[in-house]
């Protein structure tokens, strides 16, 4: 009943730029904190930026100062602005959203994944 749909990834050289995108849709009452999170091969998902329904934010130590985390609340959007790309920072990226439906249950939901590949 609840979609999480993220878009955006692809392919950048080292220095590079990209914007993530991640709608949400279904039976929604309300958003709560969202967030993106990452996972390279061989390794276990990370935190990589959240932003709580207010608009505060915090970020792993590894992208503080090249990427940016923002929402819009009125379309159930979260956005994922990744600048200075490195090749470290190659991974699927993972919209989360923490939920409130209609019925009034809160889940945490999980898009399906984005790559982003960084590499010249």
């Known amino acids: 009943q609840v979609q999480l749909v993220e878009s955006g990834g692809g392919l950048v050289q080292p220095g590079g730029s990209l914007r993530l995108s991640c709608a949400a849709s279904g039976s929604i009452f309300s958003i709560n904190a969202m967030g993106w999170y990452r996972q390279a091969p061989g390794k276990e998902r990370e935190l990589v930026a959240a932003i709580t329904s207010g608009g505060s934010t915090n970020y792993a130590d590894s992208v503080k100062g090249r990427f940016t985390i923002s929402r819009d609340n009125a379309k159930n959007m979260v956005y994922l602005q990744m600048k200075s790309l490195k090749p470290e920072d190659m991974a699927v990226y993972y919209c989360?959203?923490?939920?409130?439906?209609?019925?009034?249950?809160?889940?945490?939901?999980w898009g399906q994944g984005t790559q982003v590949t960084v590499s010249s």
């Open positions: 989360n959203a923490d939920i409130t439906t209609t019925a009034r249950v809160t889940t945490d939901y």
